[in-house]
């Protein structure tokens, strides 16, 4: 592997951020950015699933929970740069751009596709994470003690 | 044992067609969208993703329509889906303490941090019918208020602190797993909580009940219940490094038991786990409370031959697929079987003499 | 990551792999016979025959033992991509690769047990070239008798000797696959 663990870690965070992109979203901001460039399938778009582990007691020994649906797909620039995706659901447009997203991040244009895409988008998906956040924090119990009758 | 028998074709033609007909009711009323069950019946779609094994809201929601609402129908559509998938591969363990919680809440603490998270929860609703909602309406935003940032610690993790808890100890063993090979006994906790996450919601609650009604008693407190997402992230052989590949909704609920020592372990507290995909709190509960009692051996408890100690009964009639199917198939043409029991009670009838007194008696 | 390490698999794999299976199917259906077989492109020193039943046979729940040359990092990378496979150690591989010199002893592997013979490894031995001569097989499959060029005779006399236990075998020599199951009698 060349890549260095500060790139791969890198990598790992907007490839994370891609598959959890609501449908179309990433798609949407990529075309708003740029014309999207010629590529060649590694592997075309596939649906498949991936079996979800979990602990026993949370922190015990693992087991199998259930499995989740998964599209992946691998593709390659004229430039040479390899693109992955793996993204939950059965989405194979959004599997295909999160793949050319992947493959162009690897090469000049990085910077703009930072911050024309990945940054809009993890900026959307934190205020509906926040959203949620806030309504789940105003059903929280605020106790109040009564006055204790004393001996 | 059934027969293969052959004719039927126009009249099974037939009563598809009339079952797709039924299925869409009086055209008059507007069909029902998969994004309106997904959206409007998500407590369905929870039932349907958990018990059929497979997460994809979608897809059960497809099922639910197909199966004109008969949930265990949708969960073997989707059962049946499921095979055809090929596996890309397993995920990391998920890591429940970093969930982002809709609900939260410990019926052993009070003041936890965190806090007491209801969430939309129908815990505290009268339960009376709302007429209301039989007219289209809109329904208002739901108060929010700022929300702390950060994990929320696990309640047992407090109890931990002090000893007084047994340990979930760390373990890396890779789990059987058991839509891979079949069910054999014994089988060891990670085999009984994935049976038991997919397991029929009505058996597994029948059986948490009859625990709580004394057929194995184990004196179960919800330490904590939870519900909300967490990211699932899997290790990519071609990259050499895990990602995040989405994000399911979970229930987990941890039970802290009484438990007086045994001959190996010391008096403290025991646990149970119920976790489970999508918000199914009945389900969840009632799986910890299952898990617990099943746990007789290992923590060196009796088994006083209740039947959610017998992990034999248990695991292997928790399955509402396996359970219907064979329950299901005795309607299916037993011809020559039942011809063959046909002649042995007329045989048996006339070495008993009954057809000659009942002439007689005419 | 180079995107040629991760070309070469099957142009469409539904087909592909079903083509392929059917070639594998047939070999081990009628041991001895040779069969064409290709579609996958691996890294050397793979051919495309083993190739091929490693993309058609492999994926994430089959653990895999590259044997001797097979071992490099050019077929791990190319494995890892199309199939997933985990890279195991003789003992626990449920497939194996390599030339015949780098695959033995045949005691390292698993031969399945009373309960599930089904357990155990099959073999993916690479040939210099594959005839219907030399070594004289019978047994089910095989109208009176058949002829295939082993490495050596021995070796699959006692693995036969295992039966209903044992290893199953496939020889593959650039596009080309024969079979020898664990119920052919070697003589």
Not at chain 2, 119 to 144: C, I, M, Q, S
Not at chain 3, 127 to 149: F, H, V, Y
Request: charged share 25%; with cysteine.
């Amino acid at each position: 592997m060349k890549d260095t663990s500060d790139q791969s870690n890198f990598r790992k965070a907007w490839m994370s951020l891609l598959a959890k992109a609501p449908e179309g979203r990433a798609a949407a901001l990529l075309d708003g950015a740029m014309a999207r460039p010629a590529f060649t399938w590694l592997r075309a778009p596939e649906i498949g699933s991936t079996m979800v582990r979990a602990r026993a007691g949370a922190t015990g020994a693992p087991f199998n929970l259930g499995e989740m649906t998964v599209t992946r797909c691998a593709l390659t620039l004229d430039t040479g740069e390899v693109g992955h995706a793996y993204i939950q659901g059965r989405r194979k447009e959004d599997a295909q751009t999160a793949a050319l997203i992947d493959a162009l991040m690897q090469t000049e244009v990085s910077q703009e596709l930072r911050t024309s895409v990945l940054e809009p988008l993890e900026a959307e998906m934190t205020t509906a994470k926040a959203a949620r956040a806030a309504k789940a924090a105003a059903t929280k119990v605020d106790f109040f003690t009564m006055v204790r009758g004393e001996d | 044992m059934y027969v293969a028998v052959k004719g039927g074709e126009r009249a099974i033609e037939n009563a598809h067609a009339w079952l797709a007909e039924e299925r869409r009711g009086n055209t008059d009323i507007a069909e029902l969208g998969i994004a309106q069950i997904r959206e409007q019946l998500s407590l369905a779609v929870n039932r349907v993703m958990a018990e059929g094994s497979l997460y994809d809201p979608d897809l059960a929601a497809l099922a639910i329509k197909q199966a004109r609402g008969d949930l265990i129908e949708a969960i073997f559509l989707i059962r049946a889906y499921r095979t055809t998938l090929p596996r890309f591969g397993a995920s990391e363990p998920v890591d429940t303490g970093a969930m982002a919680c809709d609900r939260r809440i410990s019926a052993t603490f009070k003041d936890l941090p965190g806090g007491q998270v209801l969430g939309p929860t129908f815990d505290y609703t009268h339960r009376l019918l709302d007429f209301k909602l039989a007219a289209d309406g809109d329904v208002p935003e739901a108060p929010a208020r700022a929300a702390e940032t950060g994990d929320v610690p696990h309640v047992t993790g407090f109890l931990n602190r002090e000893g007084l808890i047994e340990e979930a100890r760390h373990d890396d063993t890779p789990p059987r797993d058991l839509t891979r090979e079949p069910l054999e006994m014994p089988a060891d906790r990670p085999l009984r909580l994935q049976a038991l996450t997919r397991a029929d919601e009505g058996f597994t609650l029948g059986l948490a009940y009859s625990t709580q009604r004394g057929y194995g008693r184990n004196h179960a407190f919800v330490g904590e219940l939870r519900i909300g997402a967490v990211p699932v992230e899997m290790d990519i052989p071609e990259l050499g490094f895990a990602i995040e590949i989405g994000e399911v909704t979970l229930t987990e609920c941890e039970t802290v038991n009484q438990f007086t020592g045994s001959k190996t372990e010391p008096p403290q507290f025991t646990r149970g786990y119920g976790l489970v995909f999508g918000q199914t709190e009945r389900k969840a509960i009632s799986m910890a409370l299952v898990d617990r009692a099943l746990r007789w051996e290992e923590l060196g408890e009796d088994n006083v031959g209740a039947p959610a100690q017998d992990a034999e009964f248990v695991l292997y009639h928790a399955d509402n697929i396996q359970a219907t199917g064979f329950l299901e198939h005795i309607k299916l043409p037993h011809y020559v079987d039942f011809q063959s029991e046909l002649e042995l009670v007329r045989k048996l009838r006339r070495e008993a003499g009954v057809d000659q007194v009942q002439e007689a008696a005419e | 990551m180079q995107a040629d390490t991760l070309s070469g698999g099957f142009a469409d794999p539904s087909i592909g792999s079903s083509h392929a299976f059917r070639a594998v199917m047939e070999a081990m259906a009628r041991p001895g016979t040779v069969h064409g077989i290709s579609g996958a492109v691996p890294p050397a020193p793979l051919s495309p025959a083993a190739g091929t039943v490693l993309l058609t046979l492999c994926d994430t729940e089959t653990p895999v033992y590259l044997a001797g040359a097979a071992d490099c990092e050019a077929v791990r990378v190319w494995l890892a991509f199309h199939t997933g496979a985990p890279l195991v150690g003789p003992a626990e591989c449920m497939f194996a690769v390599g030339t015949w010199d780098a695959v033995v002893p045949l005691s390292s592997y698993p031969v399945g047990t009373s309960q599930y013979p089904d357990r155990s490894a099959t073999l993916i031995v690479e040939r210099p070239d594959l005839c219907a001569t030399g070594a004289a097989l019978t047994g089910p499959g095989i109208k009176d008798q058949a002829a295939l060029s082993l490495p050596e005779v021995a070796a699959f006399h006692s693995n036969r000797a295992l039966f209903p236990l044992g290893l199953d075998f496939l020889f593959t020599s650039g596009d080309c696959v024969a079979a020898l199951p664990r119920t052919t009698k070697v003589s």
